[in-house]
């Protein structure tokens, strides 16, 4: 049987009643936190669809339904292998964190195990992480590579991460006080791991939920197995033209309503932006020592505060490209200070204006990198119309237009779109 019912969503949602996603819906939400042109994109990408033994005889369930069970999911134990990979249409960042970020990817100064860096690695290739977690204060994701581990350990208000190609560690405490003010403000505070770096179908697929309104469909469009265990195929489509995504699908655990894939697919056709789901998984409790650990004998330590500082001192790819923190607006048709909100919904762009009317940072200016301006190349179309001239900087994803007068377009959208909101705006 595959069941395959609908909700042409307001918050997912059936003839307007509100589900429990609704008081969190906004109208103009980035589906995928990437920064614009490559910027720290903390997203997963394409892998070979997992095996299958077939698709499960389930019994039929309405898409509210489905939303429902997700939400209401109480699992809060787990581990397991999670395969991930990234296409986001961009040059492979690894070089570009070492380059641009100092004292990032085990620079001078800088730490190898430092999570800010090594957390981007997610927005390129195919990755296999190990995951566990035990409640909110207990989790721990490893990047495995064919001769080394990378593990970020979060326990109570103690966070490691260990790099053990380098022998590097990194530490971190946080601020008890302000994380659980934080939570209650729906904000997140004191935790050393980048905002938005999602490393599990489950939170891949609440970002996207909570975009749900009423400019999306979301439809369940029959069953699948993922690592064992049978689940429904909860199917999200932007109604808007001109946007980058053509859907998403999450597999969804029959059982306990823990999302166990989610597939992001481009609009244009093609290969998947998004590709995640576990390998394996045992929702039983994971041993305590999985969140315990302790740096090897002559392991070389980096304190949370020294990493802040060699931060502060640098200039990373955010800084080269005007309003590049634009991608990750949450709006509501607001902006902060100089950014103004166009459109609603999957087509949402933001206008930024950068200070002083400021174009693109140029190589002849000496104002970037000669790595960085072949990345920007590489990512570039010029273009012109009403509103002048200016180049659309390329993702799979997030495009931005930056014309040449120091205004700004950047959403989940085509280049047409882009130049449409562009000509509009003059």
């Known amino acids: ?21 609704a008081g969190r819906r906004k109208a103009a939400r980035y589906i995928v936190p990437v920064a614009v042109a490559g ?3 903390a997203t997963i990408g394409l892998v070979p669809a997992l095996a299958s033994s077939g698709d499960p005889d389930l019994p039929k369930i309405s898409a509210q339904k489905l939303i429902e069970k997700i939400a209401a999911s109480d699992t809060e134990q787990l581990s ?59 989790q721990r994701v490893s990047i495995l590579d064919d001769t080394s581990e990378y593990s970020l350990i ?7 991460a260990y790099d053990s190609k380098s022998d590097q560690a990194y ?31 489950k939170a891949l697929a609440e970002q996207v939920l ?43 655990d029959a059982a306990n309503g823990v999302p166990l894939k989610f597939t992001m697919l481009p609009s244009s056709g093609g290969k998947a932006i998004v590709d995640a789901g576990f390998t394996k998984v045992d929702f039983s409790k994971p041993d305590a020592s999985s969140f315990t650990f302790t740096p090897p004998k002559g392991t070389e330590v980096t304190e949370a505060d020294d990493a802040k500082a060699e931060h502060k001192a640098g200039k990373g790819l955010g800084d080269l490209i005007p309003g590049a923190d634009a ?21 949402t762009i933001a206008e930024i204006t950068t200070p ?17 301006q072949q990345f920007l190349d590489a990512l570039g179309d010029k273009v012109t119309g009403k509103f002048g001239s200016g180049t659309v900087f390329k993702t799979r994803v997030v495009n931005a237009l930056m014309t040449d007068d120091g205004k700004v377009y950047v959403g989940a959208v085509t280049k047409d779109a882009l130049v449409k909101a562009a000509n509009s705006a003059s």
């Open 1 to 21: 049987m595959a069941p395959n019912d609908s909700a042409e969503t307001n918050g997912g949602t059936n003839g307007g009643t509100r589900g429990p996603a």
């Open 39 to 41: 910027v720290a994109a």
């Open 80 to 138: 397991g292998t999670v395969k991930i990979s990234t296409d986001l249409g961009i040059p492979s960042l690894g070089g570009l964190a070492e380059s641009f970020a100092p004292g990032g990817a085990g620079g001078k100064g800088g730490s190898s195990a430092d999570p800010q860096e090594r957390m981007t690695e997610l927005a390129s290739g195919t990755h296999t992480l190990r995951v566990a977690a035990d409640g909110p204060d207990k």
């Open 154 to 160: 979060h326990n109570g208000d103690q966070v490691w």
């Open 171 to 201: 530490h971190a405490t946080e601020d008890r006080a302000g994380k659980d003010a934080g939570r209650d403000a729906g904000k997140k505070s004191g935790h050393p791991v980048p905002e938005g770096v999602p490393t599990t179908p």
């Open 210 to 252: 909570k975009a749900a309104g009423p400019t999306t469909s979301v439809t369940v469009d029959g069953t699948a197995q993922v690592a064992g265990r049978d689940a429904y195929k909860l199917v999200v489509k932007p109604k808007q033209s001109g946007s980058t995504i053509g859907s998403v699908t999450i597999a969804v």
């Open 327 to 347: 991608a990750q607006l949450g709006a509501g048709g607001k902006g902060a200070g100089n950014t103004k909100i166009i459109g609603e919904g999957w087509s």
């Open 356 to 372: 002083g009317g400021t174009g693109i940072p140029s190589k002849a200016s000496g104002d970037v990198p000669a790595e960085a």
